[in-house]
């Protein structure tokens, strides 16, 4: 009988492995919905800025990447901060290492943006659009690599 009951019995608990580690449930969980919060505020605001410098300059599309990347990364510092890592004091610490961690991206951004554009319009009928194709697929690049960053950089606890 205690052979059947053994049989029965789940497995004892694996550690959980070196990826889930870095993506605790609630935590990566509340990144997510703030992220999409996020994310919809960034590509509102890119879109908006293409709309009104477009009218006004050339590749107006690349200036409304830069300024509407650098206003969503402190609204997105604030939504982190309070609402997925929660946490306390370290205000410029922690917006510093914001910019660092989204800096990277800045770079990946300006020099694929651009050739994102070109490569939709030589590609596709997509002319118009091709500056706001290119902006949501280059945002949707950045969640998994911003949140590790975030988690293992911009909020850590100091050692």
Known sequence: MTSAVNSRQ??????PNALAR???PGQFGRYLVVGGF????GY???VLLTALLDR???HGY???GV????????????????FVFKTRGNYLREWTRCVAVYSGGIVIGIVALPILVFAIRHW???YAGAPYIAGALLTGVTVIFSFVGHKKFSFRSPA
């Open 10 to 15: 789940s497995p004892e608990p694996r550690e």
């Open 22 to 24: 870095h993506f605790p």
């Open 38 to 41: 996020n994310t919809a505020f």
């Open 44 to 46: 509102g605001t890119f």
């Open 56 to 58: 006004v300059m050339s």
């Open 62 to 64: 690349i200036i409304a």
């Open 67 to 82: 300024l509407s990347t650098l206003l969503n990364i402190t609204v997105s510092y604030v939504n982190y901060k309070f």
């Open 124 to 126: 596709t009928h997509f």
